[in-house]
């Protein structure tokens, strides 16, 4: 195991992800600091001791401030919609970009962990799962944005002790994207949105920030590229009876052809070109939950980093609708 400073970096701090990363850092006993681009403390991180650095990704201004004395970064922040394909390669790849260079130039770092994602494999083969041998042919822009950053992080390995992790879909508390998957099973329904047979790997975002930190301090991570994921891989059915068993409520299971998925998808966009914001509805992401099977295989790091999840989908679920309600979000 390395040893670092005790002091750690997070950009995206404050989102879904980040406050689960920031939260198992400051268990472990570690400084935290958070570069974030508003004034003031953003109210994720209200009531915890974390330092606030004010920076932008998209500028260079800040960001030699915010590595001042940081042993380990971990590199959340991005997009995940945009209105154009140059908007989203201008934050997720510009921006990886220049917090390499700045910790390049700090000298000091002992590992830079560059969040990614599945969408840069794309999907896997029916009845299969990528891992980290398998070619990348993302589907979209996102995908895009974040395959040409690992290459570019990976090509800075030799300036900044580096890993790649790519989570697949994560969920947990304070997470929105499946927020509306246990709001239709309170209320009594849920959309099963193409083959109920569909197969997807996902992690939990505790056990998510987990990983991240054992990628960072393992010697045998170094310049490589992982993914991160609960070795259970569940169907579109499993998940719809999770939610139902979470919520504790039967649904009306509405099946919705993949072909809508991708008319809403195309309407939605219609919409964000009048409103002038991207939605995480549209085209884009249509074409990939429209898609394949998304399942993916965790070995690779438990072999070099000794990380294994933890949490499986049906205990998740449970603990994801506790922390919904106990925050108000969901009432039935």
């Not at 989102?15 to 570069?35: K, M, N, P, Q, S």
């Not at 590229?225 to 999770?242: G, N, R, S």
């Amino acid at each position: 195991m390395l040893s670092f400073s005790m002091r750690a970096l997070v950009t995206g701090g404050h989102g879904f992800i980040g406050t689960h990363l920031v939260r198992h850092l400051l268990d472990g006993g570690a400084e935290v600091r958070c570069l974030v681009r508003s004034p003031g403390r953003p109210a994720a991180l209200e009531g915890l001791e974390v330092e606030i650095v004010r920076g932008d990704l998209r500028h260079t201004a800040g960001l030699a401030d915010a590595m001042q004395g940081v042993g380990e970064v971990y590199h959340l922040a991005g997009l995940t919609s945009s209105l154009t394909r140059s908007a989203m390669f201008a934050t997720n790849l510009g921006g990886t970009r220049r917090l390499l260079e700045a910790a390049a130039r700090a000298g000091q770092v002992g590992r830079f962990v560059h969040c990614s994602s599945m969408s840069v494999t794309g999907p896997a083969q029916p009845g299969s799962t990528v891992d980290e041998a398998t070619p990348c042919r993302p589907l979209t822009w996102y995908g895009e944005s974040k395959a040409a950053a690992e290459a570019l992080a990976l090509g800075l390995a030799g300036d900044v002790p580096l890993t790649v992790v790519r989570p697949p879909g994560v969920y947990g508390p304070r997470d929105q994207a499946f927020l509306p998957l246990f709001q239709a099973a309170a209320q009594g329904f849920a959309l099963v949105t193409g083959r109920p047979t569909k197969r997807y790997s996902l992690i939990h975002a505790t056990d998510l920030a987990a990983a991240l930190v054992a990628a960072a301090r393992a010697e045998a991570t170094r310049g490589r590229v992982y993914f991160a994921t609960h070795p259970e891989v569940v169907t579109l059915l499993d998940i719809v009876e999770a939610a139902e068993q979470a919520v504790d409520r039967q649904t009306l299971r509405l099946a919705v052809p993949e072909s809508l998925m991708r008319l809403i998808g195309r309407v939605v966009d219609l919409g964000s070109q009048w409103t002038g914001r991207s939605s995480v509805l549209g085209s884009q992401r249509m074409r990939e939950v429209a898609t394949g099977d998304w399942a993916c295989s965790g070995q690779a790091l438990a072999r070099d980093a000794g990380w294994v999840a933890e949490i499986p989908l049906v205990r998740g679920f449970a603990q994801t609708v506790a922390a919904y309600r106990e925050a108000g979000v969901l009432r039935a």
